[in-house]
Nanobody, 128 residues
Framework: VQLQASGGGLVQTGGALRLACAAS????????MGWFRQAPGKGREFVAT????????YYADSVKGRFTISRDKSKNTAYLQMNSLKHEDTAIYYC??????????????????????WGQGTLVTVSS
């Protein structure tokens, strides 16, 4: 599976961006797609994820109410709509997918090791 992330850029505080993550290759085993981010000097952190079959979604507390994850199964694409952006949202955003055919349990969704394939990352910069 190959993942192509897009949509990053420079935006002012309070602005919005929409990220997209398109999967290609052997996509029939996809069961979840998630977004993680890594800010300068910090570790990678979970942002949001969506389980593919039902479309149930989960968010980090830091983005809940501001970010919305969605998916288009026909396009094998996940989206992350980011509103009310803050300076602390500045990071490289990575999309990732679990393509093991078995749906991951909810408690595992925030862990990077749950995901097999990772995109190249897209930079989001929020100016204060």
């Amino acid at each position: 599976v190959q993942l192509q992330a897009s949509g990053g850029g420079l935006v002012q505080t309070g602005g919005a961006l929409r990220l997209a993550c398109a999967a290609s290759g052997r996509t029939d085993g996809i069961t979840a797609m998630g977004w993680f981010r890594q800010a300068p000097g910090k570790g990678r952190e979970f942002v949001a994820t969506i389980r593919w079959p039902r479309g149930d979604f989960y968010y980090a507390d830091s983005v809940k109410g501001r970010f919305t994850i969605s998916r288009d199964k026909s396009k094998n694409t996940a989206y992350l709509q980011m509103n009310s952006l803050k300076h602390e949202d500045t990071a490289i955003y990575y999309c990732a997918t679990n393509a093991r055919y078995t749906i991951p349990i909810v408690s595992s969704l925030r862990r990077p090791e749950t995901y097999d394939y990772w995109g190249q990352g897209t930079l989001v910069t929020v100016s204060s």
